[in-house]
């Protein structure tokens, strides 16, 4: 599935019904014990405090989803989601390495707690090239490094 790479701040999401729409649908999709609080309440919190959501479109529409927080030359990434509808259709996959690959434009490594993830997202991460710190405590991704995501 073609997905394109599209960054929504509070600017865009102010602006857009329609992206205020998928960001609220993708993360209705998501299990309820991977979010701190309701989805709507979540997206419009991370984006007043000056966050971002990276997101995957496909046809005019947002069908995933990843929380970024830019620390100078650290993006930590959490709260990774897909549409139920479009799971295992590779859209989560390709919208982890179109990040990578504007990390790597940008000078930025990736970075997610591991505490946070569960075992099929570790997987995932690990297929796409992302290693386990030597203390456990996080995943990282060195696009600049490795070249990006395999």
Not at 66 to 77: C, G, H, P, T, Y
Not at 110 to 138: I, P, V
Request: glycine share 6%; hydrophobic share 40%; proline share 3%.
């Amino acid at each position: 599935m073609p997905v394109t790479l599209e960054e929504v701040d509070h600017a865009r999401w102010t602006a857009e019904e329609q992206v205020r729409t998928d960001l609220s649908r993708i993360y209705h999709d998501a299990p309820v014990e991977r979010l701190p609080r309701s989805p709507d309440a979540f997206v419009r919190e991370h984006l007043e405090h000056g966050g971002v959501f990276c997101c995957a479109l496909f046809n005019d529409r947002l069908l995933a989803a990843v929380r970024i927080i830019k620390q100078a030359e650290v993006w930590w990434l959490s709260h990774f989601c897909v549409r139920k509808t479009t799971r295992r259709r590779g859209v989560g996959s390709r919208l982890l390495i179109l990040i990578a690959e504007t990390a790597h434009d940008q000078g930025a490594v990736l970075r997610t707690e591991a505490s946070q993830l569960h075992l099929e997202d570790q997987l995932l991460l690990a297929r796409l090239g992302y290693k386990l710190e030597a203390n456990g405590s996080y995943f990282e991704l060195n696009p600049l490094a490795s070249g990006g995501c395999q």
